[in-house]
T-cell receptor
Framework: NAGVMQNPRHLVRRRGQEARLRCSPM?????VYWYRQLPEEGLKFMVY????????ESGMPKERFSAEFPKEGPSILRIQQVVRGDSAAYFC???????????FGSGTRLTVV | EDKVVQSPLSLVVHEGDTVTLNCSYE??????LLWYKQEKKAPTFLFML????IEKKSGRLSSILDKKELFSILNITATQTGDSAVYLC???????????FGGGTRLMVKP
C-alpha cells in the first residue's frame, strides 16, 4: 500500500500561469481533503471531496481555485492565474470516512515566481 | 469558528531532556484531538484522543486529553535528535469534514 501519493513534489510557476496538483488517496479511501500550509503557519483546511462530489469547500478561496475528484483517477487541485501569495505547501489527506483518521501525503510545494 | 492554540511556539532542549507540548482548543461539538509529527514531509500520525483522562502511550511519547479544561499535552521523555520536528495538534468537530490545526511547536533536540 503506497500511502497517499502527491505529485509533483515541487512545482514552480510564473505569475499568471496555472498550477495543477494531484493526489491519489490510499487504496480503499474514498474521502480526500486538501490543506494549505503557508510558511511558518499551521495547515488550513481547503476542501473535502468524495468521489465525484465536493462535500465542503468552505476553506477554498472563491476565485481561481477549484478541486475535483473524478470517478477514475486522482483528485486535482487547480489554481488558475497564480499569484505570489499562492506559494505554499499543499497537502492532501485521505480517509475511509468519519472515525477512521486521516493519512497525509508528502505535499506539493508550489513556488510562484 | 474552531480554534487551536499550541505552546510554546518553539523549544530547544538537549538529548535526554523531557518536554511537554501544550494544545488548547475551542471547537463546536468536539469529536477528537489528534497529534502529528511533521518533519520535512508529510505530517505523520501520533495519537488520536477522544476521551478525557486516558493516557495514550507509544514508546517515549505519551498524550492525554482534558475535555473539561479543553486542552491536551504531548510528553516526550529521554528526547533524541530524531525527535526534532514540528509537532501539530488538530481537532475534529462533529461535522467530521475537516481538521482545524494549531500553528505547531517547533522542537529542536541538540546532541
Amino acid at each position: 500500500n503506497a500511502g497517499v501519493m502527491q505529485n509533483p513534489r515541487h512545482l514552480v510557476r510564473r505569475r499568471g500561469q496555472e498550477a495543477r496538483l494531484r493526489c491519489s488517496p490510499m487504496k480503499g479511501h474514498s474521502h480526500v481533503y486538501w490543506y494549505r500550509q503557508l510558511p511558518e503557519e499551521g495547515l488550513k483546511f481547503m476542501v473535502y471531496l468524495q468521489k465525484e462530489n465536493i462535500i465542503d469547500e468552505s476553506g477554498m478561496p472563491k476565485e481561481r481555485f477549484s478541486a475535483e475528484f473524478p470517478k477514475e483517477g486522482p483528485s486535482i487541485l487547480r489554481i488558475q492565474q497564480v499569484v505570489r501569495g499562492d506559494s505554499a505547501a499543499y497537502f492532501c489527506a485521505s480517509s475511509m470516512g468519519q472515525n477512521y483518521g486521516y493519512t497525509f501525503g508528502s505535499g506539493t510545494r508550489l513556488t510562484v515566481v | 469558528e474552531d480554534k487551536v492554540v499550541q505552546s510554546p511556539l518553539s523549544l530547544v532542549v538537549h538529548e535526554g531532556d523531557t518536554v511537554t507540548l501544550n494544545c488548547s482548543y475551542e471547537v463546536t461539538n468536539f469529536r477528537s484531538l489528534l497529534w502529528y509529527k511533521q518533519e520535512k514531509k508529510a505530517p505523520t500520525f501520533l495519537f488520536m484522543l477522544t476521551s478525557s483522562g486516558i493516557e495514550k502511550k507509544s514508546g517515549r511519547l505519551s498524550s492525554i486529553l482534558d475535555k473539561k479544561e479543553l486542552f491536551s499535552i504531548l510528553n516526550i521523555t529521554a528526547t533524541q535528535t530524531g525527535d526534532s520536528a514540528v509537532y501539530l495538534c488538530a481537532v475534529e468537530g462533529n461535522a467530521g469534514n475537516m481538521l482545524t490545526f494549531g500553528g505547531g511547536t517547533r522542537l529542536m533536540v541538540k546532541p
